[in-house]
């Protein structure tokens, strides 16, 4: 069986911080590619952080979040991480872990954890 169980979520105020972390289990995790989504009331879902297998090759962000998020992942520990830095109040939204595998069409999702920027 395979689970994404994401935690780490919370309430936070504008400016502050937040780790969501999503641990794997059931797939081989290297062979995935991880990413965060994200979907507000109303809003569709949409892509905050990307990360592959590759070791050479770089994140992908979101314009909106770049240069406050920071996506890794720890292959040893079948988790990845987001650190979330300077929130502002549009970043609240549910926040979702998904599974990606590089070479063939298989995914899965997290059931997601609830980031909140307010005062």
């Known amino acids: 069986q395979v689970t994404l169980v994401e935690s780490g979520g919370g309430l936070v105020q504008p400016g502050g911080s937040l780790r969501l972390s999503c641990e794997a289990s059931?797939?081989?995790?290297?062979?995935?590619?991880m990413d965060w989504y994200r979907q507000a009331p109303g809003n569709e879902r949409e892509l905050v952080a990307s990360?592959?297998?590759?070791?050479?090759?770089?994140?992908n962000y979101a314009d909106s979040v770049k240069g406050r998020f920071t996506i890794s992942r720890d292959n040893a520990k079948n988790t990845v991480y987001l650190q979330m830095n300077s929130l502002k109040p549009e970043d609240t939204a549910v926040y979702y872990c998904?599974?990606?595998?590089?070479?063939?069409?298989?995914?899965?999702w997290g059931q997601g954890t609830q980031v909140t920027v307010s005062s």
């Open positions: 059931g797939i081989i995790f290297s062979h995935y590619r």
């Open positions: 998904h599974a990606d595998h590089e070479l063939v069409s298989l995914d899965y």
């Open positions: 990360i592959s297998i590759y070791s050479g090759g770089a994140p």
